[in-house]
């Protein structure tokens, strides 16, 4: 899956703020404007500009235009993961540094962890992901197994911004479907502390992702250790049934370094009870 075209532009966007040619409280031009110079519609320009909108890059104002905003607060990283395509924009700005690879067999332990096959055959990737803007203190720890039938891609790892699952979509041909998302509290342990600038014992986010094709089959399966206090995930589950368009994907948002409830769209906290009910019976889908 390739990277879409409002995510690019989004991305062009951002660059050229980091790079100092739109200050903060400049504003960015007309939707027309951009349209013109970057060879896209409108509607393409208006996504691109929700989606940093949505990561507190710029503020639009009916009538007013799109301000920039002041950078954020430097103590966690801020990202919108909504859908695949902006979990494959995540990847964009951030890096990958890989660390080991090997090919391995799932023993007992790791099929009852991950719900492989035992004796199955995987790739297995240890690597960094990293803000360049402050690499010293990784985001996240990732072990990746990727299915021993696509073991050759470790040979385009040298490509630090392309998540895996669009490099084996662009060299193996493998469409992805969906993605299953599991999240829990965990510990760090000894071994990883290091290399992510924590404490042994450390408390952390564990997000372990299936990325399976239309059959199914999960051809990818990453496991995520996110140490407290630099990538914080917020989700709002709407009620369906309500009407047509009245109900949306749930969001899940990295926030700098805090978890705070979600709001909707007048304002208000949703109502715990309703997402308490929702949660029942909701089966979430959601970079690496």
């Not at 540094?97 to 099929?111: G, K, N, P, W, Y």
């Not at 803007?133 to 470790?154: E, G, M």
């Amino acid at each position: 899956m390739s990277e879409t075209l409002y995510a690019s532009l989004a991305r062009d966007l951002h660059a050229t703020i980091l790079t100092g040619r739109r200050e903060p409280g400049n504003f960015l031009p007309g939707e027309f404007a951009l349209a013109q110079a970057h060879g896209v519609s409108r509607a393409t320009v208006r996504a691109a500009l929700a989606l940093l909108e949505r990561d507190g890059i710029v503020e639009r104002r009916r009538g007013a235009g799109t301000r920039v905003l002041p950078p954020r607060p430097s103590e966690g990283y801020g990202q919108s993961l909504r859908s695949i395509e902006e979990l494959i924009h995540y990847a964009h700005d951030t890096h990958r540094i890989v660390r080991s690879t090997r090919l391995i067999v799932a023993d007992q332990a790791l099929a009852q962890a991950l719900d492989l096959p035992a004796g199955s055959r995987w790739l297995h990737i240890r690597s960094l992901r990293i803000d360049p803007s402050r690499p010293s203190q990784p985001l996240c720890a990732s072990d990746a197994y990727v299915a021993n039938k696509f073991a050759a891609i470790r040979n385009r790892l040298t490509d630090r911004t392309t998540a895996l699952c669009d490099l084996l979509c662009r060299h193996h041909g493998v469409s992805l479907a969906c993605i299953e998302q599991e999240m829990r509290g965990a510990l760090i342990p000894a071994d990883v502390a290091q290399v992510l600038d924590a404490e042994p014992g450390d408390g952390a986010l564990r997000i372990l992702r299936r990325y399976r094709d239309a059959s199914g089959w999960a051809y990818l399966i990453t496991v995520g250790l996110h140490p407290a206090g630099r990538f914080t995930y917020r989700m709002r589950l709407e009620r369906s049934g309500l009407g047509a368009g009245a109900a949306s994907a749930p969001s899940a948002v990295a926030l700098p370094g805090r978890a705070s409830a979600a709001s909707d769209h007048s304002g208000q906290r949703p109502d715990p009870r309703a997402a308490t009910r929702q949660s029942r019976s909701a089966k979430t889908h959601s970079t690496r």
